[in-house]
């Protein structure tokens, strides 16, 4: 069973930078993608970034600003957030998946972190 742990939240102005980390145990590398999602209050979870051994996928609303990695080992999975916006407030999760599909549905997960608290001010 895939256990993920998230950190690296906080609480940062308009224009900053965070870096999320996911610890990953258990995770076999493939073409199953490990992803970050996000969700605000009173909105839907939405797919933020994924990874896979095949590349790196991205919302449109953070290409160019939010950049997925990982180490050599799967073991850690970054997300690396630049430029921020307020409109980037939100719980951010990670997730790893056992099958391919569609990376931005939440249904295709099946492992989930617990979050990490994401808040931007203007």
């Known amino acids: 069973q895939v256990r993920l742990v998230e950190s690296g939240g906080g609480s940062v102005q308009a224009g900053g930078s965070l870096r999320l980390s996911c610890t990953v145990f258990g995770y076999s590398p493939g073409t199953n993608p490990v992803a970050w999602f996000r969700q605000a209050p009173g909105k839907e979870r939405e797919g933020v970034a994924a990874?896979?051994?095949?590349?790196?996928w991205y919302a449109d609303s953070v290409k160019g600003r939010f950049t997925i990695s990982r180490d050599n080992a799967w073991s850690t999975v970054w997300l690396q957030m630049n430029s921020l916006k307020p409109e980037d407030t939100a719980m951010y999760y990670c997730?790893?998946?056992?099958?391919?599909?569609?990376?931005?549905?939440?249904?295709?997960?099946?492992?989930w972190g617990q979050g990490t608290q994401v808040t931007v001010s203007s």
């Open positions: 997730a790893a998946s056992k099958i391919g599909g569609i990376w931005y549905r939440p249904s295709l997960y099946n492992s």
């Open positions: 990874i896979t051994t095949g590349g790196t």
